[in-house]
């Protein structure tokens, strides 16, 4: 059996790693802000949750933002580039549910296609970033 030797070529400086770190800092932050404070995340996702309310609801996309987050840092980590795009990319359904769900609830179109419409549109241009392939990228 020969063992080789894999060289990590996703370097943690390239563009596509520093905006995939970005995106899991940011599901990072969402996370901690739906804990410490849930009344005022709850507004910012697009829902008028008041009081405790807003607290199981936030707490319920906390860990989801969390799990995302995570899932993000630990494939920069072990440098799987085309496997973070798949991620991204099958993570833009959450954006999009949760626009479709702000609106149901009240919450105009245009606030939510601008928290959670961009929300898509980065995740598109990440994930068409990371899968693109190896030629097109070292060109």
């Known amino acids: 059996m020969t063992s080789t030797n894999t060289k990590l070529s996703w370097k943690l400086t390239s563009p596509t790693a520093v905006f995939t770190l970005i995106l899991g800092a940011f599901m990072l932050f969402l996370s901690i802000n739906g ?6 995340a709850a507004k910012g ?3 008028s949750l008041t009081g405790t309310e807003a607290i199981p609801w936030m707490h319920v996309k906390a860990g989801r933002d969390l799990g995302i987050a995570l899932g993000i840092f630990g494939l920069v980590a072990v440098r799987q580039r085309l496997a973070a795009g798949a991620f991204v990319l099958a993570s ?10 702000v609106v149901q609830a009240g919450t105009s179109v245009p606030y939510a296609l601008m928290v959670h419409g961009s929300a898509v549109v980065y995740g598109v241009v990440l994930a068409a970033a990371l899968l693109r392939p190896s030629a097109v990228r070292s060109a």
């Not at 804990?35 to 005022?40: I, K, M, R, S, T």
């Not at 833009?92 to 769900?101: E, F, K, Q, S």
């Open 35 to 40: 804990v410490l404070n849930p009344v005022e």
């Open 45 to 47: 996702f697009g829902l």
């Open 92 to 101: 833009i359904v959450m954006p999009t549910v949760d626009a479709l769900t």
